[in-house]
Protein backbone atom coordinates (compact mmCIF):
# COMPACT_ATOMS: atom_id res chain seq x y z
CA UNK A 1 0.00 0.00 0.00
CA UNK A 2 1.01 3.77 -0.58
CA UNK A 3 3.08 5.01 2.31
CA UNK A 4 4.32 8.10 3.54
CA UNK A 5 6.58 8.24 6.29
CA UNK A 6 8.64 11.41 7.63
CA UNK A 7 11.64 12.20 9.52
CA UNK A 8 11.00 12.31 13.49
CA UNK A 9 10.71 15.29 15.57
CA UNK A 10 13.36 18.04 15.64
CA UNK A 11 14.61 21.01 18.55
CA UNK A 12 16.14 23.60 16.73
CA UNK A 13 17.51 27.23 18.03
CA UNK A 14 16.20 30.45 15.97
CA UNK A 15 18.53 31.04 12.92
CA UNK A 16 19.13 27.44 12.57
CA UNK A 17 17.92 25.12 9.59
CA UNK A 18 16.23 21.78 9.18
CA UNK A 19 15.59 19.52 6.80
CA UNK A 20 12.48 17.29 6.72
CA UNK A 21 12.36 13.95 4.65
CA UNK A 22 9.50 12.34 3.49
CA UNK A 23 10.33 8.95 2.40
CA UNK A 24 7.34 7.25 -0.02
CA UNK A 25 6.92 3.37 -1.27
CA UNK A 26 4.26 1.80 -2.87
CA UNK A 27 3.66 3.85 -5.84
CA UNK A 28 6.15 5.49 -8.53
CA UNK A 29 7.25 8.47 -6.87
CA UNK A 30 7.88 10.20 -9.86
CA UNK A 31 3.74 9.81 -10.80
CA UNK A 32 2.44 12.49 -8.65
CA UNK A 33 3.55 15.72 -7.01
CA UNK A 34 3.87 16.04 -3.61
CA UNK A 35 2.42 18.47 -1.09
CA UNK A 36 3.35 19.91 1.75
CA UNK A 37 1.27 21.57 4.56
CA UNK A 38 1.96 23.23 7.73
CA UNK A 39 0.20 23.28 11.24
CA UNK A 40 1.29 25.05 13.76
CA UNK A 41 -0.25 24.30 17.54
CA UNK A 42 -3.62 24.44 17.97
CA UNK A 43 -4.23 25.80 14.66
CA UNK A 44 -5.57 25.25 11.22
CA UNK A 45 -3.95 23.69 8.01
CA UNK A 46 -1.71 25.80 5.49
CA UNK A 47 -1.01 24.55 2.31
CA UNK A 48 3.12 25.42 1.36
CA UNK A 49 3.17 24.69 -1.90
CA UNK A 50 4.36 21.40 -4.14
CA UNK A 51 6.99 19.99 -6.11
CA UNK A 52 6.68 18.10 -9.37
CA UNK A 53 8.32 15.06 -8.79
CA UNK A 54 9.03 14.52 -12.22
CA UNK A 55 11.10 17.51 -13.14
CA UNK A 56 11.70 18.67 -9.61
CA UNK A 57 9.85 21.91 -9.90
CA UNK A 58 8.71 23.69 -6.87
CA UNK A 59 5.78 26.05 -5.90
CA UNK A 60 5.46 27.76 -3.00
CA UNK A 61 2.51 29.34 -1.65
CA UNK A 62 2.26 32.92 -0.55
CA UNK A 63 4.34 33.46 2.76
CA UNK A 64 6.74 30.49 2.51
CA UNK A 65 9.03 31.96 -0.56
CA UNK A 66 12.44 32.17 0.44
CA UNK A 67 13.36 30.44 3.58
CA UNK A 68 11.92 27.26 2.54
CA UNK A 69 12.91 24.81 -0.33
CA UNK A 70 11.36 21.61 -1.47
CA UNK A 71 13.53 19.08 -3.15
CA UNK A 72 13.70 14.73 -4.05
CA UNK A 73 15.71 12.07 -4.11
CA UNK A 74 14.07 10.28 -6.54
CA UNK A 75 16.59 7.29 -6.31
CA UNK A 76 15.64 6.89 -2.36
CA UNK A 77 11.50 7.74 -3.92
CA UNK A 78 11.90 10.87 -0.81
CA UNK A 79 10.99 14.09 -0.49
CA UNK A 80 12.18 16.84 1.44
CA UNK A 81 11.16 20.33 2.90
CA UNK A 82 14.24 22.63 3.99
CA UNK A 83 13.50 26.07 6.00
CA UNK A 84 16.19 28.20 7.10
CA UNK A 85 16.42 30.81 9.24
CA UNK A 86 14.32 29.26 11.53
CA UNK A 87 11.83 31.21 14.12
CA UNK A 88 9.76 30.73 16.85
CA UNK A 89 6.88 31.27 14.38
CA UNK A 90 7.97 27.98 12.22
CA UNK A 91 7.24 25.79 15.64
CA UNK A 92 4.65 23.22 13.88
CA UNK A 93 3.94 19.97 12.48
CA UNK A 94 4.95 19.45 8.89
CA UNK A 95 2.91 17.37 6.39
CA UNK A 96 3.94 15.52 3.34
CA UNK A 97 1.07 14.38 0.87
CA UNK A 98 0.55 12.54 -2.10
CA UNK A 99 -0.91 14.51 -4.90
CA UNK A 100 -4.29 12.99 -6.00
CA UNK A 101 -6.62 15.57 -7.75
CA UNK A 102 -7.08 19.59 -7.46
CA UNK A 103 -7.00 20.05 -3.83
CA UNK A 104 -6.85 16.54 -2.83
CA UNK A 105 -4.28 14.79 -0.94
CA UNK A 106 -3.89 11.43 0.02
CA UNK A 107 -2.34 9.99 1.85
CA UNK A 108 -0.07 12.31 4.14
CA UNK A 109 2.73 11.20 6.06
CA UNK A 110 2.43 10.83 9.75
CA UNK A 111 4.02 14.90 10.52
CA UNK A 112 7.36 16.26 11.57
CA UNK A 113 6.90 18.33 14.64
CA UNK A 114 9.39 21.19 14.56
CA UNK A 115 9.96 23.06 17.48
CA UNK A 116 12.33 26.53 17.22
CA UNK A 117 13.20 27.34 20.81
CA UNK A 118 16.43 29.19 22.76
CA UNK B 1 -7.03 34.71 -2.87
CA UNK B 2 -10.04 32.35 -2.38
CA UNK B 3 -11.11 32.51 1.13
CA UNK B 4 -12.50 29.20 2.59
CA UNK B 5 -15.23 30.01 5.50
CA UNK B 6 -16.86 26.95 7.48
CA UNK B 7 -19.63 26.74 9.94
CA UNK B 8 -20.80 26.12 12.11
CA UNK B 9 -17.46 26.74 14.20
CA UNK B 10 -18.61 23.68 16.37
CA UNK B 11 -21.38 21.13 15.92
CA UNK B 12 -22.25 19.10 19.09
CA UNK B 13 -24.59 16.28 17.81
CA UNK B 14 -25.55 12.84 19.12
CA UNK B 15 -24.38 9.56 17.73
CA UNK B 16 -27.01 8.18 15.33
CA UNK B 17 -28.15 12.14 14.28
CA UNK B 18 -27.34 13.64 10.40
CA UNK B 19 -24.13 16.07 10.59
CA UNK B 20 -24.55 19.41 7.90
CA UNK B 21 -21.28 20.64 7.72
CA UNK B 22 -20.58 24.00 5.15
CA UNK B 23 -17.54 25.79 3.30
CA UNK B 24 -18.68 28.60 1.47
CA UNK B 25 -15.85 30.32 -0.86
CA UNK B 26 -15.23 34.40 -1.33
CA UNK B 27 -15.88 33.41 -5.30
CA UNK B 28 -17.11 30.87 -6.96
CA UNK B 29 -14.77 27.88 -7.78
CA UNK B 30 -15.03 24.79 -9.66
CA UNK B 31 -16.11 21.60 -7.80
CA UNK B 32 -13.80 19.60 -9.55
CA UNK B 33 -11.52 21.91 -7.21
CA UNK B 34 -12.73 21.38 -3.67
CA UNK B 35 -12.10 18.41 -1.09
CA UNK B 36 -12.91 17.69 2.37
CA UNK B 37 -10.66 16.46 5.28
CA UNK B 38 -11.20 14.77 8.35
CA UNK B 39 -8.33 15.10 11.37
CA UNK B 40 -8.61 13.59 14.82
CA UNK B 41 -6.20 14.57 17.60
CA UNK B 42 -3.12 13.72 16.99
CA UNK B 43 -2.73 12.14 13.78
CA UNK B 44 -2.67 13.56 10.12
CA UNK B 45 -5.41 14.41 8.15
CA UNK B 46 -7.28 12.17 6.08
CA UNK B 47 -8.68 12.30 2.73
CA UNK B 48 -12.61 12.12 2.67
CA UNK B 49 -14.23 14.08 -0.64
CA UNK B 50 -12.41 15.12 -3.97
CA UNK B 51 -14.03 16.48 -6.68
CA UNK B 52 -16.66 17.82 -4.29
CA UNK B 53 -18.83 14.62 -4.31
CA UNK B 54 -16.40 11.73 -5.19
CA UNK B 55 -15.59 10.15 -1.56
CA UNK B 56 -12.23 8.96 -1.41
CA UNK B 57 -10.75 4.99 -0.70
CA UNK B 58 -12.18 3.29 1.76
CA UNK B 59 -14.48 6.29 3.03
CA UNK B 60 -17.93 4.67 4.35
CA UNK B 61 -20.87 5.59 2.03
CA UNK B 62 -22.33 7.71 5.15
CA UNK B 63 -20.03 10.60 3.93
CA UNK B 64 -21.34 12.19 0.97
CA UNK B 65 -20.00 15.65 -0.54
CA UNK B 66 -22.37 18.10 -2.56
CA UNK B 67 -22.66 21.59 -3.78
CA UNK B 68 -21.02 23.88 -6.40
CA UNK B 69 -20.09 27.65 -7.19
CA UNK B 70 -19.71 29.22 -3.97
CA UNK B 71 -21.99 26.95 -1.42
CA UNK B 72 -20.33 22.79 -0.75
CA UNK B 73 -21.48 21.04 2.13
CA UNK B 74 -19.95 17.63 3.69
CA UNK B 75 -23.37 15.46 5.10
CA UNK B 76 -22.66 12.73 7.48
CA UNK B 77 -25.59 10.64 7.17
CA UNK B 78 -25.72 8.88 10.26
CA UNK B 79 -22.52 9.69 13.32
CA UNK B 80 -20.82 6.99 14.26
CA UNK B 81 -18.24 7.69 17.84
CA UNK B 82 -15.27 7.76 15.45
CA UNK B 83 -16.49 10.37 13.21
CA UNK B 84 -16.36 12.97 15.89
CA UNK B 85 -13.04 15.03 14.92
CA UNK B 86 -12.31 18.40 12.99
CA UNK B 87 -13.46 19.13 9.52
CA UNK B 88 -11.53 20.89 6.49
CA UNK B 89 -12.05 22.11 3.12
CA UNK B 90 -9.99 22.84 0.81
CA UNK B 91 -9.50 24.57 -2.81
CA UNK B 92 -7.65 24.27 -5.24
CA UNK B 93 -4.96 26.74 -5.74
CA UNK B 94 -4.91 28.57 -2.41
CA UNK B 95 -2.80 27.81 0.42
CA UNK B 96 -5.38 28.00 3.02
CA UNK B 97 -8.04 25.68 4.52
CA UNK B 98 -11.31 25.96 5.51
CA UNK B 99 -10.58 27.11 9.39
CA UNK B 100 -12.33 24.23 10.40
CA UNK B 101 -15.59 22.97 11.96
CA UNK B 102 -15.00 20.71 15.11
CA UNK B 103 -17.75 17.78 15.43
CA UNK B 104 -18.19 17.29 18.75
CA UNK B 105 -20.34 14.61 21.14
CA UNK B 106 -23.36 16.45 22.43
Known amino acids: QVQLVQSGSELKKPGASVKVSCKTS????????MNWVRQAPGQGLEWMGW????????TYAQGFTGRFVFSLDTSVSTAYLEISSLKAEDTAIYYCAKDKYYAAFDPWGQGTLVTVSS | EIVLTQSPGTLSLSPGERATLSCRASQSVSGSYLAWYQQKPGQAPRLLIY???SRATGIPDRFSGSGSGTDFTLTISRLEPEDFAVYYC???????FGQGTKLEIK
Open chain 2, 90 to 96: KVYGTSL
Open chain 2, 51 to 53: AAS
Open chain 1, 26 to 33: GYTFTTYA
Open chain 1, 51 to 58: INTNTGNP
